[in-house]
């Protein structure tokens, strides 16, 4: 357990295992803990950077908007301060986001990304879930007091009072618009687009993710002489959703596959 004075941030990690260094990127009113039932799988053979993002977790909120693209220069900075060859970067949800960032915005410094959970596009989300997220301000701290996301936050963060002030945050972070497709089109990091088969976003979004990414547009051929040339890839998990992806044994194992090819 440590803290990284990293992009203006006193950013809070943790690291378990050991092996190739993978950095685990947790998803919104979270923190690294959220992975814990299924860390184990990752530590096993794997060196895993555990962050605690902007405002979440034990990393105190600063004077700064929680936009993906800023905590992943977050994220970039803490793998030059550890010293990081190349390590590899996965994300579910806000994390999910947060670790594409990374892939667009620092290539040099990633060897592979896992993006779990996160569209590209604000409107591809379901227009319920927008209408939901709308709600999101400091406002609706009292009426969560009974959620796991408070009790979190109450039991580690730096400053338990700062709950409502996050829930503006997120709230405000949830409201733009935001459209990565031509980004995504670019990408030069091996990529795994991953999802729920009942996400926030239908499945054919992420279809249409992984298509910007040169998959599925032909058969892939005996050799995988026909798979995307970038080395991406796609897993739609079956039975699960947006809320209880991150606690499966199959986001490891696709994972773990995906991180284990060799480029």
């Known amino acids: 357990m440590a803290y990284a004075d990293v992009n203006g941030i006193n950013l809070y990690y943790e690291i378990h295992g050991e092996g190739r260094p993978l950095v685990l990127l947790h998803g919104g009113l979270g923190s690294g803990e959220m ?132 829930l503006d945050k997120i709230g405000e972070a949830m409201a733009k618009d935001f459209d990565f497709t031509e980004d995504v089109r670019g990408l030069q990091v091996p990529t795994l687009i991953m999802a729920a088969d009942a996400d926030m976003c239908p499945p054919s979004h992420f279809v249409e993710v992984f298509g910007l990414l040169d998959g599925g547009l032909r058969d892939g051929g005996w050799m995988g002489e026909g798979r995307p040339k970038g080395g991406h890839a796609l897993a739609i998990l079956p039975g699960l959703t947006h809320y209880n992806l991150v606690d499966s044994p199959l986001f490891a194992s696709a994972s773990l596959a995906f991180l284990a090819k060799q480029d």
């Open 35 to 166: 992975f814990g039932p299924i860390l184990d799988l990752f530590a096993a053979n794997h060196q895993v950077i555990l962050p605690d993002l902007q405002g979440h977790g034990r990393t105190a909120d600063i004077d700064r908007p929680i936009d993906i693209a800023t905590m992943a220069d977050d994220i970039g900075a803490l793998i030059t301060h550890l010293g990081l060859e190349n390590p590899d970067v996965a994300g579910f949800s806000l994390g999910g986001g947060v670790a594409l960032q990374v892939a667009i915005r620092h290539p040099e410094k990633v060897r592979r990304a896992v993006v779990a959970s996160a569209g590209i596009r604000r409107d591809a989300t379901y227009p319920e879930i927008l209408e939901q997220q709308g709600q999101v301000t400091g406002a609706a701290a009292e009426f969560m007091k009974e959620t796991p996301m408070y009790e979190l936050y109450q039991r580690v963060a730096p400053r338990p009072d700062d709950f409502p002030r996050l």
